[in-house]
């Protein structure tokens, strides 16, 4: 038993969160001591389903039911007029060009930065990493706003730098502006699949004499090809789905899901408005099926190919010796890629800044802090926008928690349902759930737009956190889950004493994601905010078409620090209660 249980010990010490895991007893010590079951009453059963019916009930009335009525509600004339219309023809045309050609771009940007980062011994590796992050936990009105700023009319570099009176509005602008906002994602994507490339593949290459090109061409390229198709497929739902880039920046170039928005409150024409929800949803649905189809079944191939042996750090020192040298012009090529794209990034907070403190942008670049201080007329939505992220981020861990526990460590049924549901929003774009919540509270007469609101951010990040959370917990043993049982704890127990503190970090992870892509989010809300609801990210839409871009930039980089300082207040958090329960 002795023996036994030391195996048990060693098999379990593994990597969780960037972290060493705990072992097995003391683990099992822990839990012990914090179940206290001696003389306390545990959770009733009866409980456990209670909140199971809770979940499955949540997750159909506010994803299922609002998609099925969206797709029920038009007429058979709101299709006629759709589809023999050239206006909308060209809507459709517009969104599928800009789709492959963003998608294209990012993803390639995104890979060869990734590829700098990961796999070359580039110097100023660490600050070049940290870029991305920056920009992905920034909200994402940032970057069309930004782009106004430097590349408008009166941008600073078309206009102070290069002296050219000329409009990149349109198809060029909104292709710059969603580039730079989703090549991050790609950059996550393939940098993680660049790690989990065993580096002893490309170590053999070189021995039998390939040089640096042959072996990325034959062993780098075709292993890391899952991160690109992911990637790729992830962002072109993204980009189909985008709402604040194209109502910003797109001017006249009309893409659906401005279309969308357009029809529904410019001329209350709610059939059309389903009928174009319904043509974008289509491929984006296709596309998610696609790519988890793709991923399933080719990661699990990849990592039985770069299966990482006791022999990795070896291996890596070798490499990292062979990389000192590489050829000192591809290093310099890969330095200065990185560094453009960094640049890029870093303009457009500092634009944000620089438009904060002008007193006209373009025009009158004398100091001011009349910006500043027009920020207080926008309190209500700087609180607004705080609070129902906050709410939303909450809600939708919480839910893809108990869910995560149901469909991986639980023996309840509709495990498929919850499963299949809960990741329908990654593949419905925001602008269509927006309207179908929209039309579905107005059919039941629902109008308190608070809690709409607070539904629509958590639907349509729950994706995310589901996914988040159900990795973490998949890192721990059930073992645990057994030991916990075996000494009297209910499945709530279980849950709330064993797995919760054990994955704290993805759950920390989902509940900021989910905070911070939601306190900027433009497409899932903008049918449902009201006179009494106004949001930040809404309010500097308005400022920015009505051309108040120091207003726009004040309000935008408020919610910036705001995001910041909720980030690293949370990381605080995390670290001190590792520190405590260490």
Not at 93 to 109: D, E, G, R
Not at 244 to 271: C, D, F, H, S
Not at 570 to 578: E, P, S
Request: charged share 15%; hydrophobic share 50%; proline share 3%.
């Amino acid at each position: 038993m002795e023996k036994r249980s030391k195996i048990e010990s060693k098999s379990i010490k593994t990597d969780y969160g960037g972290k060493k895991a705990v072992t097995f007893e003391t683990a099992f010590k822990t839990a012990k001591k914090t179940l206290k079951l001696s003389g306390s009453t545990p959770f009733k059963p009866a409980l456990i389903k209670l909140v199971w019916a809770g979940v499955c009930l949540f997750i159909f009335i506010t994803i299922l039911t609002p998609v099925l009525f969206v797709f029920a509600s038009p007429a058979k004339e709101d299709f006629i007029q759709v589809f023999t219309s050239d206006v909308w023809k060209n809507s459709a045309l517009h969104t599928l060009i800009v789709t492959l050609c963003s998608t294209t771009a990012s993803v390639l940007i995104g890979y060869i930065y990734a590829y700098a980062v990961v796999k070359e011994n580039i110097p100023g590796k660490k600050f070049f990493s940290f870029i991305p992050f920056l920009h992905l936990v920034t909200p994402p009105f940032v970057g069309g706003l930004a782009f106004i700023l430097l590349l408008g009319r009166q941008g600073f570099i078309t206009k102070k730098v290069l002296g050219l009176d000329i409009s990149l509005y349109g198809f060029t602008g909104l292709l710059i502006a969603q580039v730079l906002c989703f090549f991050p994602m790609a950059y996550m994507i393939c940098a993680q699949t660049f790690e989990n490339i065993n580096p002893s593949l490309e170590q053999v290459s070189k021995s039998l004499g390939a040089g640096k090109l042959k072996t990325f061409f034959k062993i780098t390229l075709p292993l890391s090809m899952p991160g690109i198709i992911s990637s790729a497929l992830y962002i072109a739902v993204s980009v189909m789905s985008d709402f604040g880039n194209p109502m910003i920046v797109a001017g006249r170039y009309k893409v659906l899901a401005v279309e969308i928005y357009t029809q529904l409150t410019g001329w209350m024409n709610g059939g059309a408005s389903a009928v174009l929800g319904i043509i974008l949803v289509i491929p984006s649905i296709i596309l998610f099926i696609l790519q988890n189809k793709y991923v399933s079944k080719n990661m699990a191939k990849i990592a039985l190919i770069g299966e990482r042996s006791q022999n990795i750090q070896k291996n890596q020192a070798i490499l990292k010796k062979q990389k000192c040298s590489t050829e000192k012009m591809s290093r310099i090529i890969l330095t200065v890629f990185c560094s453009f794209i960094t640049l890029c990034v870093l303009l457009q907070f500092a634009s944000i800044i620089a438009g904060t403190f002008q007193k006209v942008w373009g025009i009158n670049f004398e100091l001011t802090l009349n910006h500043v201080k027009n920020i207080g007329r926008c309190k209500t939505e700087l609180i607004n926008s705080v609070r129902f992220a906050l709410e939303a981020a909450a809600l939708s861990t919480l839910i893809s928690c108990f869910a995560s526990y149901f469909v991986f460590r639980s023996k309840l049924p509709l495990k498929k349902f919850i499963d299949t549901v809960i990741q329908l929003p990654a593949a419905i774009p925001g602008t269509l759930f927006g309207l179908a919540i929209s039309l579905f509270a107005a059919k039941i007469n629902f109008h308190l737009s608070n809690v709409l609101i607070v539904i629509a951010i958590t639907i349509g990040f729950i994706p995310f956190s589901y996914r988040a959370i159900s990795a973490s917990f998949s890192q721990i043993k059930k073992t645990l889950d057994d030991g916990a049982r075996s000494l009297g704890a209910g499945e709530l127990r279980v849950l709330f004493y064993i797995l919760i503190p054990l994955a704290k970090e993805g759950l920390f992870n989902s509940f900021i994601y989910d905070f911070v892509r939601g306190v900027g989010t433009m497409s899932a809300v903008i049918f449902l905010v009201s006179f009494n609801t106004p949001l930040s990210s809404i309010k500097i839409l308005n400022l920015a078409e009505q051309g108040f871009w120091g207003d726009a930039a004040a309000l935008a980089l408020v919610l910036t620090l705001i995001t910041f300082a909720i980030l690293f207040a949370g990381r605080f958090l995390i670290k001190f209660w590792g520190r405590k329960n260490g």
